[in-house]
């Protein structure tokens, strides 16, 4: 019986040939999330409302031998997200990979939640998600593959005060990706949803500036720290990769163990 040939690691986790569009690519996790496509030999293209934040993350994969395309957009309105698929078709472009990582929080406690900033955050968080993907699959269906990754939370999992909107905006994408993944699957496109926890990005200094806060994270996660961006490297490339053909519709929680204990 002839030995059963040992698995290609490198293809595994190759994107060459591949194009990625990445939301929120101007800095944190959107940014760290086109380094690390890049490296795996995607094409990426960085979208972003800060156009001179996108151009120097743009030069910075450029000078590492990464074609990146900055295309600047606001998708906090649905005129926004019209507009960045439009730039996309006069482009000729059509992303194999989607990374849905812009996002926004709002710090209010309960009683002074205002429905303008509820539905700004809704806005960004879930609704350019579902919009941008209906745009955006098409073309992934009528290739027969294609990768889905919507940037969700812990908080997709649990409750926090003075988060609601942005909580209320990541269970209903853990919900959304699921749906998402019922549809798309079927046509060779997978969708799941990476949900850190505590991560080190500017949407949260104020939180890393906070001595309690910090403490809390030192006694509540085994793995005793706050994660970096660079912790999401690997899980992310894996949700983009050939290596997840059979993952749908998963949560793929990473948070130094933190969910799994409390």
């Not at 472009?93 to 990582?101: G, H, M, Q, R, Y």
Request: proline share 6%; net charge neutral; hydrophobic share 50%.
């Amino acid at each position: 019986m002839p030995a059963e040939r040992l698995p290609e690691l490198g293809s595994l986790f190759s994107l060459a040939g591949r194009t990625a569009l990445i939301t929120g690519a101007s800095g944190g996790i959107g940014a760290a999330a086109a380094r690390v496509l890049a490296a795996a030999g995607a094409r990426v293209i960085l979208v972003a409302r800060t156009l001179d934040r996108l151009d120097a993350q743009a030069a910075a994969l450029g000078k590492a031998g990464a074609e990146a395309l900055p295309l600047p957009a606001d998708l906090g309105a649905q005129d926004g997200v019209d507009a960045l698929v439009g730039a996309l078709a006069a482009a000729g472009e059509a992303p194999d990979i989607l990374v849905n990582s812009a996002g926004m929080i709002d710090r209010a406690p309960f009683d002074a939640v205002t429905p303008p900033r509820w539905d700004q955050v809704l806005g960004l968080n879930l609704t350019a998600p579902m919009f941008l993907t209906q745009a955006l699959a098409p073309a992934m269906r009528a290739r027969g593959w294609g990768r889905v990754v919507n940037i969700g939370s812990i908080l997709a999992l649990q409750g926090k005060k003075n988060a609601h909107s942005y909580t209320a905006s990541k269970h209903a994408i853990a919900g959304l990706t699921r749906s998402m993944a019922a549809e798309l699957g079927p046509h060779g496109v997978c969708v799941n949803a990476l949900c850190p926890g505590y991560i080190r990005t500017e949407i949260n200094t104020v939180l890393q500036e906070d001595p309690a806060f910090g403490a809390m994270i030192a006694a509540r996660v085994p793995l005793g720290r706050w994660g970096e961006t660079s912790d999401l490297s690997g899980p992310l490339l894996f949700l983009c990769s050939p290596a997840a053909a059979y993952l749908n519709g998963h949560m793929l929680v990473v948070d130094g163990g933190m969910t799994a204990v409390h």
